[in-house]
T-cell receptor
Framework: GQSLEQPSEVTAVEGAIVQINCTYQ??????LSWYQQHDGGAPTFLSY????GLEETGRFSSFLSRSDSYGYLLLQELQMKDSASYFC???????????FGAGTRLFVKA | DAGVTQSPTHLIKTRGQQVTLRCSPK?????VSWYQQALGQGPQFIFQ???????QRGNFPDRFSGHQFPNYSSELNVNALLLGDSALYLC??????????????FGSGTQLSVL
């Protein structure tokens, strides 16, 4: 089976940097993705790591360590619009299915 | 280029009824996955369709079934509805290629309420 663990809530101030951690237990792990979901909206893809290391996409970066079964999403220069839920998701080699964590609710304060 | 479209957007049913939800994938995508998302939770994988066949299935009972058509669109059917089936049902499309399949495109979902 697969499971992903991430904090339920994180609060940060506008302009700050926040890191959302994710640990996973899975067989057939292929890569780790991150998705953002605003209230009432659909999840949207943010970033993906198949290899160890850091991937940078604008204000967002994602990191993966396969040996530690750990990854994180780093959000820089936080804006109020970044208030949303963030999900880590594991892609499985066994059939290409993507399994999601329970999500981290990010609150950005002025 | 239309993204993933789902219909209906909202649906109210009573216990024991049956429901059919529909999804049209993003242009060029051949794989459709269905997810159930309860309020405040992450999307739970129901199943995935490719080439009109169910390829992968999550931990959902047989009351949940699906279909994929030759044009890659898909339906999710739920029989004998329970109160616990109330949730947002999300359809996600992708291309069955490990080099690109990590990126799922989601529709806006169907909000199902079972009374």
């Amino acid at each position: 089976g697969q499971s992903l663990e991430q904090p339920s809530e994180v609060t940060a101030v506008e302009g700050a940097i926040v890191q959302i951690n994710c640990t996973y237990q899975t067989s057939g792990f292929y890569g780790l993705s991150w998705y953002q979901q605003h209230d009432g909206g659909a999840p949207t893809f943010l970033s993906y790591n198949a290899l160890d290391g850091l991937e940078e996409t604008g204000r967002f970066s994602s990191f993966l360590s396969r040996s530690d079964s750990y990854g994180y999403l780093l959000l820089q220069e936080l804006q109020m619009k970044d208030s949303a839920s963030y999900f880590c998701a594991a892609l499985n080699t066994g059939g290409f299915k993507t399994i999601f964590g329970a999500g981290t609710r990010l609150f950005v304060k002025a | 280029d239309a993204g993933v479209t789902q219909s209906p957007t909202h649906l109210i049913k009573t216990r024991g009824q049956q429901v059919t939800l529909r999804c049209s994938p993003k242009s060029g995508h051949d794989t459709v996955s269905w997810y159930q998302q309860a309020l405040g939770q992450g999307p739970q994988f129901i199943f995935q369709y490719y080439e009109e066949e169910e390829r992968q299935r999550g931990n959902f009972p047989d009351r949940f079934s699906g279909h994929q058509f030759p044009n890659y669109s898909s339906e999710l059917n739920v029989n004998a509805l329970l109160l616990g089936d109330s949730a947002l049902y999300l359809c996600a499309s992708s291309v069955l290629d490990m080099a690109t399949n990590e990126k799922l495109f989601f529709g806006s979902g169907t909000q199902l309420s079972v009374l």
